[in-house]
């Protein structure tokens, strides 16, 4: 594989970071995902016109995997939202198994 597909598939945290650093201009978060795509597939192009130059088919690879990237990326920030969601459990809720009352 080539090195710069390995670099371009690996920046799906670098893209959640930068959607990171664009959130306040974007308040609606239905354009996040949005975000990513397009940041995944500048990232990738730019990292394909680094490593080969100008040439066509690459140019072409590098956007598709950058779309795939950015919408990994995407998927990698909904899930992170998910999991560092927290949860409030009361005293006395019997989720903690010290429910007085049982």
Do not use: H
């Not at 397009?38 to 990292?47: M, S, T, Y």
């Amino acid at each position: 594989m080539q090195p710069e597909v390995m670099i371009g598939i690996a920046a799906a945290p670098i893209i959640v970071a930068i959607v990171n650093l664009f959130k306040p201009f974007f308040p609606a978060d239905k354009w996040w995902p949005v975000l990513a795509v397009l940041a995944g597939v500048a990232w990738n192009v730019v990292v394909s016109l680094a490593y080969v130059g100008v040439e066509g088919p690459a140019i072409a690879q590098s956007g598709i995997v950058g779309f795939v990237v950015g919408l990994s990326a995407s998927g990698l920030y909904a899930a992170g939202s998910v999991l560092g969601a927290r949860t409030v459990v009361r005293a006395g809720s019997g989720l903690l198994g010290n429910d007085p009352g049982a």
